[in-house]
């Protein structure tokens, strides 16, 4: 039997995610002030507060409604260019996943795939930019090698928050082509793009978030019944 993702287990992500950088203005802060406009903490924070304002009407959603709605809150929260590209990046995935609760994480892939597509799209934008691309695209492609290889989920979840984590830290040494850095005389090499890091530590949740269930999944199948899922 299949490890399969349910939209309850999405919404425990969002939760987590929007703590994850409730508690990091700080930094986050400071990393958009060295080389943006300062505004990213505030503008991704405002997004997960709002969603997290409506738990009780996203758990009853399905899959495709669940992304389309996410979408529409994350791009009618005034703000950054984050905002629209989160926001069109949902709205895309939202329209390739299935209706129901539960999917494998060969659909979870591609909803992530959609994402990665539209946002560089809009965005005009390639990995090596030193956007949040710098992020998702190398998470996208460890997801897409890890399913290849027929991997168990724990691993594919660990392989996916890696290379999602070990991207952000790369657009260090990065010249902006998008965004506000690409602005500044020095393009900000040195500095770690914002957009980056927010997106690997959301990586890194839903990653960890799967995990935990993948966890007690692992253990009945085994035993050749399955107690969760
Ligand atoms: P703004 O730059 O409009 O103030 P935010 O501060 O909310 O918006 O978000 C900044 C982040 O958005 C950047 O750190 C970068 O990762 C991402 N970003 C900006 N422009 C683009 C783009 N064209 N493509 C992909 N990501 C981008
Ligand atoms: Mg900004």
Known sequence: MEFLVTTADYVDFILNAGKKIAGEKDYISSLDAATGDGDHWVNINMRFEALAGMEATLRGMGF????KKIGLTMMSRIGG?????YGGAYQAAGK???EGSGIPLTDL??????????????GHAQPGFKT??????????????????????????????QAALSGAEKTRGMEAVKGRASYQKDKGVGHLDPGAVTMAWQIEC???T????????EKPMRGGERKNG
Request: aromatic share 8%; net charge negative; proline share 4%.
């Open 210 to 217: 799967l995990a935990a269930k993948a966890g007690n999944y």
């Open 81 to 85: 260019s984050s905002g629209i590209l």
């Open 109 to 122: 892939y591609q909803a992530m795939d959609a994402m990665l597509t539209d946002m560089m799209k809009r």
């Open 64 to 67: 495709s409604a669940l992304f």
């Open 206 to 208: 839903l990653s960890e």
């Open 132 to 161: 949040m691309i710098d992020a998702l695209y190398p998470a996208v492609a460890a997801f897409r090698e890890s399913l290849d290889k027929h991997e168990e989920p724990l691993v594919l979840l660990k392989n996916l928050k």
């Open 96 to 98: 390739i996943l299935p």
